[in-house]
């Protein structure tokens, strides 16, 4: 409030005419300050709308992760699960290897491991 009080005392004894003079350039320093800020005003916006555009990707992208990272996980199960029918038959293949009689047999069953060992 004393800065307004400071003011009139400036400028209570002046006439209108010599005012007018001092409130032209003023208001035209105001009028130029004021169109900088609604410039930034309007840059801060679009700042804004970019941001509020990649938190949105960003939460998108999250989503996939976490969907890629519990597909993972399912196909890292059913890979656990069928290397444990592939090692039990594997096995099963190897005691028909000990109790066989035929070459021919022993031979196809050999022929079998190799596969399930990916060695073909």
Not at 5 to 23: E, F, H, P, S, T
Request: net charge negative; charged share 30%; hydrophobic share 35%.
């Amino acid at each position: 409030m004393s800065e307004i009080k400071q003011v009139w005392g400036i400028i209570k004894d002046y006439k209108c005419a010599d005012l007018k003079m001092v409130q032209d350039p003023a208001l035209a320093v105001f009028q130029h300050q004021q169109a900088i800020i609604d410039e930034h005003t309007e840059v801060i916006k679009i700042q804004d709308a970019d941001l509020r555009k990649y938190e949105k990707q960003i939460e998108s992208l999250k989503a996939q992760l976490n969907n890629m990272e519990a597909c993972y996980i399912e196909k890292k199960k059913e890979c656990e699960e069928l290397q444990g029918k592939v090692s039990e038959a594997l096995e099963e293949i190897q005691r028909a290897l000990n109790c066989c009689e035929s070459t021919e047999t022993a031979c196809v069953l050999g022929e079998l491991v190799k596969v399930l060992r990916g060695e073909s």
